[in-house]
C-alpha cells in the first residue's frame, strides 16, 4: 500500500513568513498526527484528527499555527507567521485504529531564517 | 520527567557488534513501538509489540511488562544501522479518539566498518 505521503520535503523562509505543509495518510486511516521534532529531540504532537474531529491539540501553539482535516482525509499544518524556534522536521503519521502502527510520512525540513 | 526515556543518547560501535538500546516507560500502555529514523527525517516503524519478543532479520525487541522495560537489540551491527532509534508507547484509547503516543528522545547510533 502507498505510505504517508508529505509535501514539500524542504522549505526555507524567512522569519514572519507563512508556510503551509500538506500531508496524505494512508488510506483508510482514521486518525491523522502532525508532529513537530526538533533537531536532537523526540517528535512532539501538535495535533491529532481523528476523521475530521480534532482529538486533542493542547500542545499546538495557536496563535500561530492552525490545521485542519476537512474531509476527513488529506491534512495541512500552516505557520504564520514563522519565528526562529519553528525550525524543525514536520512529521505526519496515520494509524488504522485502535492499538495499531502509525505510519509516518518523511517529514517536512523547515528552516526559518 | 519524560513518560520514556531511552539509553543510551549516543552509541557508537564497530562493524559486527552486538547492540542493545533500552527503553523504560512510566505510564500504562497498550503497546511499545520501536522506530528507527534515518538523516533526512523519515521515520519508520520496526517493531511493535505488547509482549514477549519479536524478531525481523538481525533485530530484536522484547518487552518486560512488569518492569515497564524494553530493548532493542541489533546483531551483527552493519553501518547501514547507523540511524537513531525512537521508542515511543502507545496508550489506550477510546474509539473516538485513536492512540496517543509518548515518544523517546531517540538513540543516535553510528556503526564504523
Known amino acids: 500500500e502507498a505510505g504517508v505521503a508529505q509535501s514539500p520535503r524542504y522549505k526555507i523562509i524567512e522569519k514572519r513568513q507563512s508556510v503551509a505543509f500538506w500531508c496524505n495518510p494512508i488510506s483508510g486511516h482514521a486518525t491523522l498526527y502532525w508532529y513537530q521534532q526538533i533537531l536532537g529531540q523526540g517528535p512532539k504532537l501538535l495535533i491529532q484528527?481523528?476523521?475530521?474531529?480534532?482529538?486533542?491539540d493542547s500542545q499546538l501553539p495557536k496563535d500561530r499555527f492552525s490545521a485542519e482535516r476537512l474531509k476527513g482525509v488529506d491534512s495541512t499544518l500552516k505557520i504564520q507567521p514563522a519565528k526562529l524556534e519553528d525550525s524543525a522536521v514536520y512529521l505526519c503519521a496515520s494509524s488504522h485504529g485502535l492499538n495499531t502502527e502509525a505510519f509516518f510520512g518523511q517529514g517536512t525540513r523547515l528552516t526559518v531564517v | 520527567k519524560n513518560e520514556v526515556e531511552q539509553s543510551p543518547q549516543n552509541l557508537t560501535a564497530q562493524e559486527g557488534e552486538f547492540i542493545t538500546i533500552n527503553c523504560s516507560y512510566s505510564?500504562?500502555?497498550?503497546?511499545l513501538h520501536w522506530l528507527q529514523q534515518h538523516p533526512g527525517g523519515g521515520i519508520v516503524s520496526l517493531f511493535m509489540l505488547s509482549s514477549g519478543k519479536k524478531k525481523h532479520g538481525r533485530l530484536i525487541a522484547t518487552i518486560n511488562i512488569q518492569e515497564k522495560h524494553s530493548s532493542l537489540h541489533i546483531t551483527a551491527s552493519h553501518p547501514r544501522d547507523s540511524a537513531v532509534y525512537i521508542c515511543?508507547?502507545?496508550?489506550?484509547?477510546?474509539?473516538?479518539?485513536?492512540?496517543?503516543?509518548?515518544f523517546g528522545t531517540g538513540t543516535s547510533l553510528t556503526v564504523i566498518p
Open positions: 505510564v500504562g500502555i497498550s503497546a
Open positions: 515511543a508507547v502507545s496508550l489506550p484509547a477510546d474509539p473516538g479518539t485513536g492512540n496517543q503516543f509518548y
Open positions: 484528527f481523528q476523521n475530521n474531529g480534532v482529538v486533542d
